[in-house]
């Protein structure tokens, strides 16, 4: 069953049903002002971190689940009747109800009793505000007198403490209320310089700061006393909840149709002058009231919207795509493109599962998501690299995440997941092809971000590669150190105590147990960083990682190689991981995925025995599962993921960010069909019928949907912010489609199902756009490129002769 449709045209996908399995959300905002937004106007809003800039409270995990959001509700003033046009909060049955995500707005609106109601929610670019225009039209025949209510519940800034420490909490709430704008100023008396807004563009009719006279004693937000009473009390907030709520009086016309604007933002002041008179303890608003006043105006919140509209059209037409699949189509597109946008914006931060006080910036998460970003946003994309880089240990090692708000690595995590460090040379390596911006090599970049200890980027890059090498274990393998990409694969943490954190607890010295998976990812980084040094011209230097990798290999397949299928591991204790000898947890996906991504056993054979493998063991109809048979029970070797139930998260669960890897290991195999089979699996709009069981969202991946061995085998969780949505934009664009981007310069060499007659493809690629046609002649993956008519050798597009800015390409598949 479905709970909406896609409206390709408008990039939108339009729910029209309220009641989702979960909330379905998108983001708003994309610089420094953000907001997650559900289908039935759930959220919150921060600046820059959710954790410690929150402006707005949201209660995850609640009952009935989705609760704190921007909330209008409308009362007709006769019959005193009062709904939400989004349905939350109130939940009445609405005609036409329709809620239009898109490109970093939505729309949410209905009809009931005659009055058509829809609000579109947006981030301004290059401001740290949100609007809503909330447009109210009377369909009935006579004139009617409605009250319009917007509401939000103000956040006490951290969002940790806010959630916490009330005894401190329901004492400090201040606001103010000037010329009808609703200032939230709780702790600007002391050490802050900001404060939050909430303005209407309509004379108020009335207005409410404290949450207790807006609800009233036991209610709720479903049944606000004020909006039932029909008039707002004016309260202002001393301790206790502050809100902001408004109220505007609307006299309609048969057909007549008013527009009412909302701003809630967020504005920091010099600290030296907060106060206007500078003695008082007033918020100084001179600088503030021309943002309010100018966004309040309908034309200008207008105008503000086409340029965000035309902000996200520029990104996407970046690479635009024709298939005859439908569901590759808008994925790539539109909706895969835009989640790469949103792990750029909030890495792991905020999200409806991720409640924004937990993690910061993964230094492995944000490299992967590169991959997925890079070619729309690469100057964002070369400050997150440098920041990133700043966060390196001076041993090679990183910080496993940093603060987004200090830019310093996170202290109560430290480091010490052993294949951090190489994911830096993925992500420099895939800016690199994207830019040819080879200067970034050079920039200074400190260790630890401790001042002059900076070494040029490319320096950063070396220590990493080494320090797999200073860390082999007992077979030459790579050591795990706390753990590789699996978080929860814990091989030194051996813990029995409750509670205790399976990623930062080492119990065990670490000198055995080994990653056969790190050894693949050193092996795939060691010819990135070889690739990255001949071009520099130090090929002796390239000559010395290469060996190394080809050491590295012969190493996998004597120490790493099971018969059938690349081992996972060896623990503490030097016991195999993923074999066969296992009574659980015989085979895993993710070094049999990125051995073969990184090419190894090509030659062989044992790379395609390896993905009969994981096709035969691993394969699911809703995804690969990450490891079979499941683990039943918990192993205090292996640590967090036997802490899972059979077929959740990293215990067997359809890993989507790791299924790409497969994806890619069958087109190195030369295999378009299983690729693109495994991409259709687990492609959001793919599944879209199935809503009832996925439950997610259509439009965006999850990481991760329940496996065979759960009860609830295809339901997804954990929407959103996942590296799912960077691997397989690669997997599919650059190795299925096969467009992709090297240090040399455009390469075309699609592995596409042989049933595909070809695409057409648009691709800006160092600021030329390559119109792409690819024919299928043939059943195989060789490929003729011809460009302007003219044949091309190989299968590297040359930059345009000229300073042509527009090439057509066509590539004859046989
Ligand atoms: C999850 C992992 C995640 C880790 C982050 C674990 O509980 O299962 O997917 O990477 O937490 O800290
Ligand atoms: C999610 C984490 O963000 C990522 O870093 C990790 O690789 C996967 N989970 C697998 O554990």
């Given at each position: 069953m479905k709970y909406g449709h896609f409206d390709d045209r408008n990039r939108e996908y339009v729910i029209t049903?309220?009641?989702?399995?979960?909330?379905?959300i998108n983001y708003l905002g994309c610089q420094a002002y953000f907001g997650i937004i559900s289908n039935t106007a759930g959220g919150y809003s921060f600046y820059r971190d959710a954790r410690l800039r929150r402006l707005t409270r949201y209660r995850y995990n609640n009952a009935p689940m989705d609760f704190g959001g921007r909330y209008v509700y409308l009362r007709?003033?006769?019959?005193r009747e009062f709904w939400s046009p989004s349905w939350q909060p109130t939940r009445h049955a609405l005609l036409d109800y329709s809620c239009r995500h898109g490109m970093g707005y939505t729309v949410i609106g209905s009809t009931r009793s005659g009055i058509e109601a829809h609000t579109r929610y947006f981030v301004p670019l290059e401001e740290n505000l949100e609007i809503w225009q909330l447009k109210v039209t009377n369909c009935r025949a006579t004139r009617a007198h409605i009250s319009a209510f917007a509401s939000i519940e103000f956040c006490l800034w951290d969002a940790q403490g806010d959630a916490t420490n009330f005894q401190r909490n329901l004492n400090i709430g201040e606001v103010e209320v000037e010329d009808g704008v609703i200032y939230h100023k709780t702790e600007y008396r002391e050490r802050r310089n900001h404060f939050a807004y909430f303005a209407c563009s309509e004379p108020g009719a009335g207005f409410d700061t404290q949450r207790e006279a807006f609800?009233?004693?036991?209610?709720?937000w479903d049944s606000p006393a004020a909006v039932e009473a029909g008039q707002l009390t004016n309260s202002i907030a001393h301790g206790w909840s502050p809100i902001g709520a408004h109220q505007v009086k609307l006299d309609m016309a048969p057909g007549e149709t008013r527009q009412i604007v909302f701003v809630l933002g967020y504005h920091e002041n010099p600290s030296a002058d907060k106060f206007d008179p500078p003695?008082?303890?007033?918020?100084?608003k001179v600088r503030v009231k021309p943002v309010i006043a100018k966004y309040l105006d309908p034309a200008k919140a207008d105008a503000a919207f086409e340029r965000l509209r035309q902000y996200w059209a520029s990104l996407l037409d970046i690479f635009q795509v024709n298939t005859p699949d439908i569901h590759t189509n808008r994925m790539v597109n539109i909706w895969n493109a835009y989640q790469c946008m949103a792990t750029f914006n909030m890495s792991r931060s905020a999200s409806f599962y991720e409640s924004?006080?937990?993690?910061?910036?993964?230094f492995r998460d944000s490299n992967q998501d590169l991959l997925g970003f890079v070619h729309m946003v690469p100057a964002r994309a070369r400050e997150r690299i440098l920041d990133l880089a700043a966060?390196?240990?001076?041993?090679?090692?990183?910080?496993h995440q940093y603060q987004p708000l200090t830019k310093r690595g996170n202290?109560?995590?430290?480091?010490?997941?052993?294949?951090?460090?190489h994911w830096l040379i993925i992500g420099v390596s895939a800016y690199l092809k994207e830019?040819?911006?080879?200067s970034i090599l050079d920039e200074p970049v400190p260790f630890d971000n401790?001042?002059?200890?900076?070494?040029?980027l490319y320096e950063h890059l070396q220590r990493s590669f080494r320090y797999t090498l200073e860390r082999l274990g007992p077979h030459g393998l790579p050591l795990i150190g706390r753990a590789?990409?699996?978080?929860?694969?814990?091989?030194?943490?051996?813990s029995d105590t409750p509670g205790q954190s399976f990623q930062t607890t080492?119990?065990?010295?670490?000198?055995v147990a080994e990653s056969v998976f790190i050894a693949g990812l050193f092996v795939y980084a060691g010819h990135e960083l070889a690739a990255i040094a001949s071009h520099r011209c130090l090929n002796a230097e390239a000559a010395t990682y290469l060996a190394e990798v080809a050491r590295m290999e012969k190493v996998i397949l004597q120490h790493g190689w099971d018969g059938e299928w690349f081992l996972r591991a060896y623990d503490a204790f030097g016991a195999k991981i993923g074999?066969?000898?296992?009574?659980?947890?015989?085979?895993?996906i993710e070094s049999n995925g990125f051995c073969v991504l990184a090419g190894i056993g090509l030659k062989d054979g044992k790379a395609a025995k390896a993905m009969a493998a994981t096709h035969k063991y691993l394969s699911t109809k809703h995804g690969i599962v990450?490891?079979?048979?499941?683990?039943?029970r918990y192993y205090i070797n292996l640590?967090?993921?036997?802490?899972?139930?059979?077929?959740?998260k990293e215990n067997?669960?359809?890993?989507?960010?790791?299924n790409p890897w497969v994806m890619i290991g069958e087109t190195r195999l030369g295999h378009g069909d299983q690729a693109h089979d495994y991409y259709s699996r687990i492609n959001p709009s793919a599944r879209e019928e199935i809503s009832e069981l996925h439950?997610?969202?259509?439009?965006v991946y999850a990481q991760m949907i329940a496996g065979k061995?759960?009860?609830?085998?295809?339901e997804a969780k954990?929407?959103?912010?996942?590296?799912t949505a960077a691997w397989n934009y690669y997997a599919i664009?650059?190795?299925?489609?096969?467009?992709r981007a090297t240090l040399d310069g455009l390469e075309i060499a699609p592995v596409i199902?042989?049933?595909?007659?070809g695409f057409t493809a648009a691709r800006t690629f160092r600021g030329v756009v390559y119109n792409i046609t690819i024919e299928r002649?043939?059943?195989?993956?060789s490929i003729a490129l011809i460009m302007d008519g003219v044949p091309i050798e190989g299968n590297i597009v040359p930059p345009p002769a000229n300073g042509r800015k527009s090439v057509s390409i066509k590539g004859i598949l046989t």
């Open positions: 049903q309220p009641d989702t399995p979960l909330p379905w007709d003033d006769e019959s609800l009233g004693r036991y209610r709720g003695n008082s303890q007033t918020i100084n924004g006080i937990g993690r910061g910036l993964g966060t390196q240990l001076a041993t090679g090692g990183a910080y202290n109560d995590i430290g480091g010490g997941f052993n294949d951090d460090p830019t040819g911006d080879w401790e001042p002059g200890t900076e070494k040029p590789d990409w699996n978080d929860c694969l814990n091989l030194n943490c051996l080492t119990n065990k010295e670490g000198k074999s066969k000898e296992c009574k659980e947890g015989k085979i895993f990450l490891q079979q048979p499941a683990y039943s640590g967090e993921i036997s802490s899972y139930p059979p077929g959740y067997a669960g359809i890993f989507c960010h790791v439950r997610c969202e259509p439009y061995d759960a009860p609830t085998f295809g954990n929407s959103w912010l996942t590296g664009v650059q190795w299925i489609l096969g467009v199902p042989e049933s595909w007659s002649k043939g059943e195989g993956n």
